[in-house]
């Protein structure tokens, strides 16, 4: 649906931001320690949303997976410092399948509607 979509944009935009900054700036973990509970809050609203939906359990997956993910991507950055491109390519990814899942989703809901 449109909302989860939006929700789904704006915390890949948020972590595609962090990443960015991270990746050119070399910032600190502190920097975007806010920006990690934001993104995590996020996608647990979104995991919660996907749960009330039957037949939802690969976006679930998707969803929990991304989530740990960013939670090793956090840990990162934490412990060691300013993580690299590679090791963000993960969330990236997940992030990817995400959208392209909802996309998936969106032209199956308009294909059973055009052919009932």
Known sequence: ???????I???AKTTEALIGDVLV???SYREHAKDYQ??????????MR??????NEAEIKLIQDLRAAMRNLRRIHK????????EA???RSLFRSLIHH????????SLNKTTQ
Do not use: H, W
């Open 89 to 91: 390519e993960g969330v």
């Open 9 to 11: 944009q704006d915390a």
């Open 1 to 7: 649906d449109q909302v989860t979509d939006q929700q």
């Open 50 to 55: 996907a749960a009330n939906y039957q037949n």
């Open 79 to 86: 412990e060691i410092g300013p993580f690299r491109q590679a």
């Open 102 to 109: 909802e996309l998936s989703k969106k032209r199956s809901a």
């Open 38 to 47: 934001a993104i995590d809050g996020a996608l647990g609203a979104l995991e």
């Open 25 to 27: 700036n070399r910032t």
